[in-house]
């Protein structure tokens, strides 16, 4: 079997609590190494090969963004992330122009999500160098060029074609796929509604490879959570010396993604004076970057999702009508995944295959009752969930073949769906106080014998039963499986 190195990440931060924290949340998948400035932290990067820095922003000495300005001059392959607990559109400004950072995560930062920011980053880093010893490498003819991005382009729509979207054979989903195969043709508006994690780029994605536009590029703009000046400078660009930290002209995304598509993100977060602005060029369909008075003409298709429910924002007050109007020419609601539950074997067998392919990690598949813990789990994350649940199972893994017991308590516990009526009398809406305890009874045992893999006798002795007693209790909830 091949093995591979791990990634190798440096947390650059003067607060001791701080890295002793970064370094316990990344130990898990990569060598992490630490530094409490910047001076130790240029020590370390003379002596280690890194492929993603993640450092504090304020600290005594050099600023972070300074720090990594002067790594981005010797290590420009060095994927490069700003830690922060302030977020002062200033910093981030100058950290994107001056100090090529990838990412401003701001604190507090969760777990799962960090760890998910640095695989991309480290990846990144990854294919950077990949692409700089292939161009060493290579001298390509501008025919060999055209020839490459040619098959790229096609592996993309490839991809993306609405017939490749996994799902099972009755999906809600076949429906929407109708629709957006009906839609994705003409140049009209998208809002793409849903819960987070459901799918909604993807399905942007699918809308612009399968339309007229599908030569020319889509774009991509996470709207949350973003200052408005950084929002307009990312959209609209900016000229040099329009604000502080402006060195350069900058092309904003609407000019960028001219003649394709321009996919909005968490469109529901944007302000109500940025609502006004955006309003604007896509009512005159021209842009005015920062700091200039001419404005440029921009020919762009507008796909926007969001998790919130704008019908009802609009009636709040919070976003304005004739702006929804805009972008809601046509509606996709994507269902939670809980509401397909006959697409989570199929996604569940996609996201593996991807996953043995990254891992170089092959395995025959999932044990059936596996697949029947993940098809009762609501999976408020909905398919992102997924996909990190199938990936965290292959990489525990020891045998051929993906069992319950590797699956994260969280979703070990979810009740069968016969159990319904047991769990609203386990949530005390009915039921004597001895149901309500043999309904926890059952609950208990059954996510014991799974973690065991039914051994009763493991399992016997975690609850302080006799093999008779557990038997017994066995034979009167109904629980004698043959999942051994």
């Given at each position: 079997m091949l093995t591979h190195t791990r990634p190798t990440v440096l947390c650059v931060d003067d607060e001791i609590r701080s890295l002793e924290t970064l370094e316990r949340t990344l130990d898990e998948e990569f060598n992490v190494l630490t530094a409490s400035d910047a001076d130790q932290a240029m020590e370390l990067l003379e002596q280690h090969d890194v492929q993603a820095i993640l450092c504090d922003q304020r600290m005594p000495g050099k600023t972070g963004v300074e720090f990594l300005t002067d790594v981005r001059q010797r290590w420009p392959q060095t994927a490069r992330l700003i830690l922060s607990g302030y977020t002062d559109s200033e910093d981030i400004i100058k950290g994107l122009n001056e100090a090529g950072i990838?990412?401003?995560?701001?604190?507090?930062w969760h777990p799962d999500n960090l760890l998910l920011i640095m695989r991309g980053a480290c990846r990144l880093s990854e294919l950077q160098n990949e692409n700089e010893l292939l161009a060493m490498e290579m001298r390509l003819t501008e025919d060999q060029a055209e020839h490459n991005i040619s098959q790229k382009k096609q592996r993309l729509q490839q991809a993306f074609q609405l017939d490749e979207i996994r799902r099972g054979a009755n999906s809600p989903l076949n429906s929407l796929c109708e629709q957006a195969a009906k839609i994705a043709p003409y140049d009209v508006s998208v809002l793409i509604t849903g819960p987070s994690g459901a799918g909604k780029e993807l399905f942007a994605r699918a809308l612009h490879y399968n339309s007229l536009r599908t030569e020319r590029p889509f774009v991509v703009e996470n709207c949350g959570a973003m200052p408005d000046e950084l929002l307009a400078s990312e959209l609209f660009g900016h000229k040099k010396g329009s604000f502080t930290g402006a060195i350069t002209d900058h092309v904003g995304l609407f000019e960028q993604a001219d003649g394709g598509t321009i996919f909005l993100d968490e469109i529901g977060e944007i302000s109500p004076a940025f609502q006004v602005k955006l309003l604007r060029v896509l009512q005159e369909r021209e842009v005015r970057r920062l700091g200039e008075h001419q404005r440029r003409k921009v020919n762009v298709r507008v796909v926007a999702s969001t998790n919130r429910d704008l019908e009802e924002e609009v009636r709040a007050g919070?976003?304005?009508?004739?702006?929804y109007f805009r972008l809601a020419e046509v509606t996709l609601?994507?269902?939670?995944?809980e509401k397909r539950a006959m697409d989570i074997p199929v996604l569940a067998q996609s996201f593996l295959e991807k996953a043995e392919t990254q891992f170089s990690k092959p395995v025959k598949g999932f044990t059936d009752e596996a697949l029947d813990c993940m098809s009762r789990y609501c999976w408020p994350g909905n398919v992102r969930e997924?996909?990190?649940?199938i990936r965290r199972m292959l990489v525990l893994a020891e045998d051929e073949w993906l069992s319950a017991d590797l699956l994260s308590p969280r979703v070990l516990r979810a009740a069968p769906v016969e159990e319904t009526q047991e769990t609203e009398v386990l949530a005390g809406l009915d039921g004597t106080l001895k149901e309500r305890i043999e309904t926890l009874e059952k609950r208990i045992l059954r996510e014991t014998l799974i973690r065991h893999r039914w051994n009763k006798s493991q399992a016997s002795r975690e609850l302080g039963l006799s093999r008779v007693g557990l038997r017994s209790k066995l034979e009167r909830y109904g629980l004698n499986k043959?999942?051994?």
């Amino acid at each position: 079997m091949l093995t591979h190195t791990r990634p190798t990440v440096l947390c650059v931060d003067d607060e001791i609590r701080s890295l002793e924290t970064l370094e316990r949340t990344l130990d898990e998948e990569f060598n992490v190494l630490t530094a409490s400035d910047a001076d130790q932290a240029m020590e370390l990067l003379e002596q280690h090969d890194v492929q993603a820095i993640l450092c504090d922003q304020r600290m005594p000495g050099k600023t972070g963004v300074e720090f990594l300005t002067d790594v981005r001059q010797r290590w420009p392959q060095t994927a490069r992330l700003i830690l922060s607990g302030y977020t002062d559109s200033e910093d981030i400004i100058k950290g994107l122009n001056e100090a090529g950072i990838l990412q401003y995560i701001t604190k507090p930062w969760h777990p799962d999500n960090l760890l998910l920011i640095m695989r991309g980053a480290c990846r990144l880093s990854e294919l950077q160098n990949e692409n700089e010893l292939l161009a060493m490498e290579m001298r390509l003819t501008e025919d060999q060029a055209e020839h490459n991005i040619s098959q790229k382009k096609q592996r993309l729509q490839q991809a993306f074609q609405l017939d490749e979207i996994r799902r099972g054979a009755n999906s809600p989903l076949n429906s929407l796929c109708e629709q957006a195969a009906k839609i994705a043709p003409y140049d009209v508006s998208v809002l793409i509604t849903g819960p987070s994690g459901a799918g909604k780029e993807l399905f942007a994605r699918a809308l612009h490879y399968n339309s007229l536009r599908t030569e020319r590029p889509f774009v991509v703009e996470n709207c949350g959570a973003m200052p408005d000046e950084l929002l307009a400078s990312e959209l609209f660009g900016h000229k040099k010396g329009s604000f502080t930290g402006a060195i350069t002209d900058h092309v904003g995304l609407f000019e960028q993604a001219d003649g394709g598509t321009i996919f909005l993100d968490e469109i529901g977060e944007i302000s109500p004076a940025f609502q006004v602005k955006l309003l604007r060029v896509l009512q005159e369909r021209e842009v005015r970057r920062l700091g200039e008075h001419q404005r440029r003409k921009v020919n762009v298709r507008v796909v926007a999702s969001t998790n919130r429910d704008l019908e009802e924002e609009v009636r709040a007050g919070r976003f304005r009508q004739d702006l929804y109007f805009r972008l809601a020419e046509v509606t996709l609601e994507l269902p939670a995944l809980e509401k397909r539950a006959m697409d989570i074997p199929v996604l569940a067998q996609s996201f593996l295959e991807k996953a043995e392919t990254q891992f170089s990690k092959p395995v025959k598949g999932f044990t059936d009752e596996a697949l029947d813990c993940m098809s009762r789990y609501c999976w408020p994350g909905n398919v992102r969930e997924l996909q990190n649940e199938i990936r965290r199972m292959l990489v525990l893994a020891e045998d051929e073949w993906l069992s319950a017991d590797l699956l994260s308590p969280r979703v070990l516990r979810a009740a069968p769906v016969e159990e319904t009526q047991e769990t609203e009398v386990l949530a005390g809406l009915d039921g004597t106080l001895k149901e309500r305890i043999e309904t926890l009874e059952k609950r208990i045992l059954r996510e014991t014998l799974i973690r065991h893999r039914w051994n009763k006798s493991q399992a016997s002795r975690e609850l302080g039963l006799s093999r008779v007693g557990l038997r017994s209790k066995l034979e009167r909830y109904g629980l004698n499986k043959d999942f051994h």
